[in-house]
């Protein structure tokens, strides 16, 4: 067990809906990362919050956004959902020292299925 | 930019043998880190080794052993007398820490099947 809790863990929708899927990190880590999963891209870096602040973006898609809470916990907001939006979604988290890469502990993952 | 080349798409081997996982990284700055990761068919993602670019010293771990050469951009994982719970996909990433982000960049990753 990581540490890094994410919910729900399985998530089947219809095109064009919206979803939430859920991240707490592990205790004491600063730094939220949302990677993605798919059969023709690999792992592939969405996007990095640390303590609340947006600090990295990667190949993330206009229909999709995030955000840290207070309490550190992270959502991430996937809309107008196509078939291709169909991966596993990773939350990671670290404790993030700058200039430093920190191991990245890694959920278990929400597996989301557009139909 | 940040590449991170897994060029064995798939290993087979019979347990007892001794597998070595291939990792080639691309990457202008000097600093950086290296990571490998497992992924048990179960579909979570373990952390199995971090590693910086000052380090090269080798390191064991059970049977478990990574070879870094910056001579060759290389950080490869060697597995001495599988088993076959290490049946499971192997990921190495790279993270250059000085462009701001300490993301990771992945390769595609090497199916290892350990049969018994």
């Known amino acids: 067990d990581s540490g890094v809790t994410q919910t729900p863990k399985h998530l089947i929708t219809a095109t064009g809906q919206r979803v939430t899927l859920r991240c707490s990190p592990r205790s004491g880590d600063l730094s939220v990362y949302w990677y993605q999963q798919s059969l023709d891209q690999g792992l592939q870096f969405l996007i990095q919050y640390y303590n609340g602040e947006e600090r990295a973006k990667g190949n993330i898609l206009e229909r999709f956004s995030a955000q840290q809470f207070p309490d550190l916990h992270s959502e991430l907001n996937l809309s107008s959902l196509e078939l291709g939006d169909s991966a596993l979604y990773f939350c990671a988290s670290s404790v993030a020292s700058s200039g430093v890469t920190d191991t990245q502990y890694f959920g278990p993952g929400t597996r989301l299925t557009v139909l | 930019a940040q590449k991170v080349t897994q060029a064995q798409t798939e290993i087979s081997v019979v347990e007892k043998e001794d597998v070595t996982l291939d990792c080639v990284y691309e990457t202008r700055d000097t600093t950086y880190y290296l990571f490998w990761y497992k992924q048990p068919p179960s579909g979570e993602l373990v952390f199995l080794i971090r590693r910086n670019s000052f380090d090269e010293q080798n390191e064991i771990s059970g049977r478990y052993s990574w070879n870094f050469q910056k001579s060759t951009s290389s950080f490869n994982f060697t597995i001495t007398a599988s088993q076959v719970v290490d049946s499971a996909v192997y990921f190495c990433?790279?993270?250059?820490?000085?462009?701001?982000?300490?993301?990771?960049?992945f390769g595609k990753g090497t199916k290892l099947t350990v049969n018994p």
């Open positions: 990433a790279l993270s250059e820490p000085q462009g701001g982000s300490e993301k990771l960049v």
